[in-house]
């Protein structure tokens, strides 16, 4: 299924991947799942600066998918489907 997955205010990945936004034709079913590929094709810096030490999304980051909907990271495993898109950004605190 291809998925659109726009990474937001993450110059690191960006510079890897090459840019802000990329289509990407995976074989998974779930955010999870899509997560996981991004680490793998990326390489192991995407992995390390997205992943905690579980493989799973750390938890300074969040996900929007479809532009409406914050997955909670016990929402990792959402079925995506073809044409979603799926947005990874940082969370930004202050005072």
Known sequence: MKISVEFLSLPKV????GRKTVSIEFPGQTVAD??????????????????????KLDMHFRALLNGKDWLA????????????????????GGG
């Open 73 to 92: 990271p016990e929402e990792m495993d959402r079925r995506l489907h073809e044409g979603d898109s799926l947005r990874i950004m940082m969370l930004v």
């Open 14 to 17: 960006t510079r890897i991947v």
């Open 34 to 55: 899509l997560i996981e590929h991004i680490a793998n094709r990326y390489g192991p810096k995407v992995r390390e600066f997205l992943l905690d030490e579980s493989g």
